[in-house]
């Protein structure tokens, strides 16, 4: 049987696997919102204690309509563990 505590105590007991590093900016301008993120979506290597190089992204946009209506559009890559992109 799967104990349901294990991933959590995982985080608890290293969150050296906790990746430094994610940029956001974002603009907005009268009904348009635009932002993006460059982030490490792999498990850091080794050397826990620096900046890792970004390889994932994230860009939305969002437009705030008329009648309190909201459009969004998502795009995202994200680099596994294994080195691979996922989107």
């Known amino acids: 049987m799967d104990d349901p505590d294990a991933p959590l105590g ?3 007991q ?7 590093g994610v940029a956001t900016a974002g603009l907005q301008w009268r009904s348009v919102k635009v932002e993006g993120s460059i982030f490490t979506g792999r498990e850091p290597d080794e050397n826990r204690y620096d900046f890792d190089r970004p390889d994932s992204i994230h860009l939305a946009a969002a437009f705030h309509g008329i009648r309190r209506k909201t459009w969004r559009c998502n795009f995202r890559t994200v680099t596994s563990e294994s080195g ?3 989107t």
Do not use: L
């Open 84 to 86: 691979s992109a996922r």
């Open 14 to 20: 290293d969150s050296t696997h906790v990746t430094f």
């Open 10 to 12: 995982h985080h608890w």
